[in-house]
């Protein structure tokens, strides 16, 4: 199993492939999740499809560089500062609210 | 030009005393102290008047010209728009003969009015608003009379226009008067419009000449009248091509110019509005319904005379109104009751004759022009007495109708002998002032061959002094009546109710007396040596001196038969006068009716303009324009519901919008970029 998984070297396109998937289904989650939570969940899904796409331009255009593989970093870095930021408004918001239901909060509309 | 003394080069002084009363009455002193505005802008008005006749005495020591004419002068021009190079509007100063005697008769009457309204007012209410407006009155007919253009002429009779409106609307808690005001305003502003139009036609073709003319013109502006009235252009402005309904152009400025003249002085058929003026103070008839505004018509004419001179159909047309409404508001005179309103019809009746007898004037024959400015000079004078002491007259008893007066010589005796003096003058009655200036007018029209208008002009003096006498008999002579007729009314004299009528006070008499002395000596201020119409070539012929006998006899004649008359009616049995006026019947009462022009105006105004014109332009204005408008605001609701929808508030359908317009601009690009 090992051995054949060592065997396996996808090219660009099949990585490509894989990446579109994890960032169609952050989006998909972003839309349906109704728990603020669970849409921060999803954002991160396309977060990490970003970040994995600069890591294999790196690897397959520019191998000897270490460009890709740095803003990787800074999108990790980012992502867990943001979720920081999310998590705090979401403490608050509950305390305000008592729901986190991203259905409820319509008052742009009232 | 000589050496000006103070007075001739500063002669912007006279209108600018009463402007700043006016802004001081007006803005600070009328809440805080009713006599002391009062005071103020009497004393204002006395100040100016004791400037004007400094002002004529040094103008009359004046060199004269090569011609023997007085010098025009233009002391003060200062620019005030300016729209290109030779169309500018200037603010100033113009002195000439008529100019000058326009600024003593307009400052002496006033001042004097300002003093008689202390007394006439007393106690009153608008007392501070009332010399407020008496004292822009006076600074707009200053600006008027002596302004070197069209354009300040123009603004300044918008002004008196609108003192006059304020003034007649000064008991505004009476609905006579507010309805008197605002006939007043659209009667006049109507005719105005003429005179706008008459501005506009005569500068537009003045302006191309004067822009032909390069250096000849120089230091003038298009509508000075000096550039005006240059013998030069006006026979450019003749020899214009431009017809107008088969009109020539001087022709057609010149009548248009005439109708807001003839709107100022009431001329037939836009008489309408100054009896009804009568609803304002008596003062303010004396003055500005009598005296002065009133002839602002007759002054225009006067002052652009060469221009109407140049035009004989100008001049037919002022001749044939003027004598027409001589001789028709006569007639309306001899049968009101109200003792005001025969005195505005009589004179309606003086202005038509001022204005036929600028009509009669030409070159050839210029006494007519001396002749209407002589007696516009005479008039001011006793038909200001006249309505002063009519005003002290109604300060008595309390009515304006004569048949509730009657045997008031006795309890009035100095209102009695200067009301019967300034009678006797505008009947005609030598040697007082209004026979010298109707001998005047009744001789320039013989001598110019206008035998007609001579004739009517005969007639016309002939009525004035029958319908005078008329309420001077019905008012002082007889018994009286109606003694205990104050008991209804509410008026603020209330202590004298009971009493018997008094004479006037102090404050009243002392006007009056100073008019009753004017009204001796103006006819013999030699008013027609001075106001002369200089002929085109600058030479004044030999003046012409004396009473004509051929007219004066005539004329005097027909005031003595006026009179007469009138003593045989009311003087006597009342039967005489009531049988007379049951043996005319309908005639009379057609006339007493004033030819029923009131009902006509109103039947063209209400049933004509207001249904058929402006109903129709009402509705489309209601239901296009604002329907349009409407509409417009109705579209846009409506979209806004549309799109309302839209705004859920879920933050997740607008994700879902958001994303389905990333993936439609990815398919766009993708599907245009391809190779």
């Known amino acids: 199993m090992v051995e054949y998984l060592q065997s396996l070297t996808p090219d660009l396109n099949t990585w490509l492939m894989f990446t579109s998937a994890l960032f169609a289904l952050g989006i998909y989650g972003m839309l349906s999740r109704r728990n603020a939570v669970g849409v921060l969940l999803s954002l991160e899904l396309c977060l990490n499809a970003g970040a994995v796409n600069f890591a294999l331009f790196n690897r397959f255009w520019s191998p000897v560089q270490v460009d890709g593989a740095v803003m990787s970093l800074f999108v990790i870095a980012i992502a867990a500062a943001e979720v920081v930021v999310a998590m705090a408004i979401f403490v608050a918001l509950f305390g305000y609210r008592r729901t986190v239901d991203v259905t409820q909060l319509n008052l742009v509309r009232e | ?675």
């Open chain 2, 1 to 675: 030009m000589p050496d000006l003394s103070f007075i001739l080069s500063h002669a912007w002084l006279i209108p600018a005393l009463p402007l700043a009363s006016f802004l001081l009455v007006g803005l600070v002193l009328r809440p805080l102290h009713k006599p002391l505005a009062g005071a103020v802008a009497t004393a204002a008005v006395f100040a100016a008047a004791g400037l004007s006749w400094w002002l004529a005495f040094d103008y009359l020591h004046l060199p004269k010209t090569a011609g023997g004419a007085l010098p025009v002068l233009v002391p003060t021009s200062v620019e005030w728009l300016r729209f290109q190079e030779g169309l500018s509007v200037h603010l100033g100063t113009l002195l000439d003969p008529i100019s000058v005697m326009l600024l003593v008769v307009v400052t002496t009457v006033s001042a004097l009015v300002h003093l008689y309204s202390t007394g006439y007012l007393h106690g009153e209410d608008g007392y501070g608003r009332y010399f407020t407006f008496l004292n822009l009155f006076t600074f707009s007919m200053l600006g008027l009379v002596l302004a070197p253009n069209l354009v300040q002429m123009y603004v300044c009779w918008e002004l008196v226009g609108a003192s006059s409106f304020f003034l007649i609307g000064y008991y505004y808690d009476r609905p006579s008067a507010v309805s008197a005001s605002k006939k007043a305003f659209i009667v006049t502003r109507f005719a105005d419009l003429g005179f706008l139009l008459g501005i506009l036609v005569l500068g537009y073709y003045a302006f191309t000449i004067h822009a032909g003319m390069g250096a000849a013109a120089a230091g003038q502006q298009a509508l000075d009248f000096a550039f005006l009235t240059r013998p030069d252009v006006l026979s450019q402005l003749q020899a214009l091509q431009g017809q107008f309904l088969g009109i020539g152009t001087l022709t057609l400025a010149a009548v248009l110019i005439y109708t807001g003249g003839a709107g100022k002085s009431a001329m037939f058929p836009l008489h309408i509005w100054l009896p009804d003026a009568m609803e304002g103070p008596t003062p303010v008839s004396a003055l500005i319904h009598a005296a002065t505004m009133v002839v602002a018509g007759v002054y225009l004419v006067a002052r652009s005379f060469p221009i109407f001179a140049a035009s004989a159909e100008a001049l037919q047309v002022v001749m044939v109104v003027g004598a027409f409404t001589s001789l028709f508001a006569a007639t309306i005179g001899c049968t009101q009751d109200d003792i005001k309103r025969v005195l505005a019809f009589s004179t309606l009746s003086q202005l038509g004759y001022m204005m036929f007898a600028l009509g009669v004037a030409s070159y050839e024959h210029p006494l007519g022009y001396t002749a209407s400015m002589f007696h516009l000079f005479t008039h001011a004078f006793f038909k200001a007495l006249l309505f002063l002491g009519a005003g002290s007259v109604i300060h008595a008893v309390h009515t304006n109708n004569i048949w509730q007066m009657g045997g008031l010589r006795k309890y009035m005796p100095i209102t009695h002998g200067l009301f019967l003096l300034a009678t006797l003058a505008i009947a005609g009655i030598p040697p007082l002032a209004g026979f010298f200036s109707k001998d005047e007018i009744l001789a320039a029209a013989l001598h110019s061959g206008h035998t007609v208008v001579f004739g009517v002009g005969l007639l016309v003096a002939g009525m004035t002094a029958f319908y005078m006498f008329r309420i001077y008999f019905v008012t002082f002579w007889g018994e009286r009546r109606l003694s205990h007729l104050h008991h209804q009314d509410d008026h603020s004299h209330d202590d004298h109710s009971h009493a018997d009528p008094h004479e006037s006070p102090a404050v009243m008499w002392i006007p009056m007396a100073v008019l009753g002395l004017l009204t001796i000596g103006a006819g013999f201020v030699p008013i027609p040596e001075w106001v002369r119409l200089v002929p085109l070539d600058g030479k004044l012929p030999e003046a012409h001196h004396g009473v004509d006998l051929a007219v004066a006899i005539p004329g005097t004649l027909a005031g003595v038969i006026g009179i007469a008359l009138a003593w045989f009616f009311y003087a006597g049995d009342p039967q005489r006068a009531n049988s007379a006026v049951l043996k005319l019947g309908r005639f009379y009462a057609v006339i007493k009716a004033k030819f029923y022009f009131d009902e006509i105006y109103l039947f063209v105004t209400k049933s004509i303009i207001f249904r058929l014109i402006a109903g129709p332009i009402a509705w489309f204005d209601r239901m296009v324009v604002d329907g349009l408008v409407n509409a417009t605001g109705w579209v846009t609701r409506l979209g806004g519901t549309a799109v309302n929808a839209s705004q859920t508030g879920q933050v997740q359908t607008y994700g879902s919008w958001l994303m389905s317009g990333v993936v439609l601009a990815v398919v766009v690009l993708w599907a245009t970029t391809r190779q």
